[in-house]
């Protein structure tokens, strides 16, 4: 299978999980943005007033990836206010319907909550419904351990 890894990452926590699965999975790796600057604490208060703001217009840094060469697409995205960031749902939104393989979620957050419903609650934005999902809690927590069991379980 060949993979496609695509991820949004404000302070890289969801980079490095996505730089890790896709060496796992010897896949191709792309950022989506919005091009909003959101660094820092200024950049935090921005990102907690745009949850509430219409979803923004995305782009894949680089070229966009030749869809139909991946039988695999696994999308990245931070949890913002409780819910999958609002960069991630618009990314879903405006290029789901180019994937042509299965479709992934990761999402990655500071608390050991489960957020599995929340994360569900985002599959509405994909019209390619996602097979699968992978929350991962980021604050003092290695991440390892369930990045290989979800690749061990794609590989299966
Ligand atoms: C505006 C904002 C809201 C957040 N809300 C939550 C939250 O509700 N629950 C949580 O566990 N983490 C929350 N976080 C923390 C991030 O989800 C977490 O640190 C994530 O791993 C950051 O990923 P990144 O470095 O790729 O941006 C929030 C972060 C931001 C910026």
């Known amino acids: 299978m060949k ?9 890289g926590k969801t980079k490095s999980i996505m730089e890790r699965i896709a060496m796992l999975l010897d896949a191709d790796l792309f950022e ?5 600057d959101r660094s820092g604490a200024k950049g935090y208060l921005a990102s907690c007033v745009d949850c509430f703001k219409p979803l923004p217009q995305v782009s894949i840094i680089g070229a966009e990836p030749e869809w ?20 991630g749902k618009a990314f879903l939104r405006q290029f789901s319907g180019r994937f042509n393989g299965d479709l992934h979620l990761v999402v990655s957050h500071m608390a050991g909550n489960d957020y599995d419903r929340a994360i569900r609650n985002v599959y509405k934005y994909s019209s390619a419904a996602p097979k699968s999902h992978l929350s991962l809690q980021t604050k003092n927590h290695d991440c390892g351990h369930e990045i290989r069991k979800f690749v061990e379980e794609l590989e299966k």
């Open 68 to 87: 139909e060469k991946y039988d695999r697409v696994i999308v990245g995205m931070p949890l913002w206010s409780e819910m999958p960031c609002i960069v």
């Open 3 to 11: 993979t496609v890894c695509l991820y949004y990452s404000r302070t």
């Open 32 to 36: 989506y943005t919005d091009g909003k």
